[in-house]
């Protein structure tokens, strides 16, 4: 990994596209800041937004499948930041240095939902600083919030997420990755099955009576096994339940399943939030406080047409599982972690045959 002492050291960054390409340019100038103090003087950083071959054994090809101009140059260090959670036993791993191929993978889902930019630069820099001294003594970039460790059966030395914190950790990043905002949008027949549903309760008095009549604790349950009944739908119909081919990939596989039915909790939830406010909005335009009045017996308020609007939405919800059978079935199983890993090794298979 030694370079000339007359040019600057290359340092190779390859990120998956999505969530990790998107923090890697936007923490660069700090990145480049961290490594040149990590190495003593300026480095040249080379990024490449590329799909990193990586399965859940942690298994990495050895040509990295890079494109080919950026083959040809002998980098002091790879960086390889990928969105696949990277477990060893039963902990979820951070990073993983390979000393003899010169390369350090992060995983971003143990960094968290937020994927804090503290935790991202210092553990590229603490790597790249093993990397070149090639050992993991303690020095200026040690984290306080999980350990490096050499011990098993291989020649990896890895970063251990912290041991309570880890697990959910993980599964937080997994949701960020999987984006659930951007999972919302695909269920455009889902909401206009809810929208249709939902308007009845615009029209039709008799739910105003029973939107009345229901506590808040009830409208609350009554949401919660809406928004469930929609999960599971969309995850039976559309196969988003992964099963481990080898009991040692169970625990992987339980953090990919964990971090789909979140995300489609979430997916659902900002669905729900659209259907609630136009409903809202339409029996503000649609309902005339008399008629309201005359209807329920009381007299008109806000809250009459919140609750409304509430029952509806959930309502909706409920029939917008059913309209989810217009979406895009490729769409939605591109959301998971595991469909998306399962990718990553027909791509490698496919470019071995060719």
Known sequence: MSTPSDSKPSILVVSDPGVPTARIKHFLPDIQTELNTVVGHEVDIKHIKHLIPITPENQITSDLDLPDDARDIDYAVRILLTEMPLHHGRHPVVAQIDFDRGILVVSCPPMGMLYPRRRLVSTIGRGVESLIQNSTSDGEHVQNWNEWSSEGDDSFTRLYSNTWTGVP????????????????????????????????????????????????????????????????????????????????????????????????????????????????????????????????????????YFNIAWLSASMGVIAGGLGSGFDSEADLQQMTHGRRERQRVLSKDKDEDD
Do not use: C
Request: cysteine-free; hydrophobic content about 55%.
């Open 169 to 304: 950790r993980t599964i937080l990043g997994m949701v960020r990755s999987n984006r659930p905002w951007k999972t919302a949008p695909k269920l455009s027949s889902a909401l206009t099955a809810a929208s249709a549903a939902g308007a009845f309760g615009i029209f039709y008095n008799s739910i105003w009576q029973m939107a009345e009549s229901l506590s808040s604790l009830r409208m609350a349950i009554i949401t919660l096994v809406a928004i469930l009944v929609m999960t599971t739908w969309l995850i039976l119909r559309n196969q988003l339940w992964d099963r481990p081919i080898h009991d040692r990939l169970a625990r992987v596989v339980a953090l990919y399943n964990i971090s789909t039915v979140v995300t489609l909790v979430i997916a659902i939830s900002i669905l729900y939030i659209a259907l609630f406010i136009l409903i809202l909005l339409g029996g503000l335009v649609v309902i005339s406080p008399g008629f309201m009045q005359e209807t329920l017996g009381i007299p008109t308020q806000p809250g009459n």
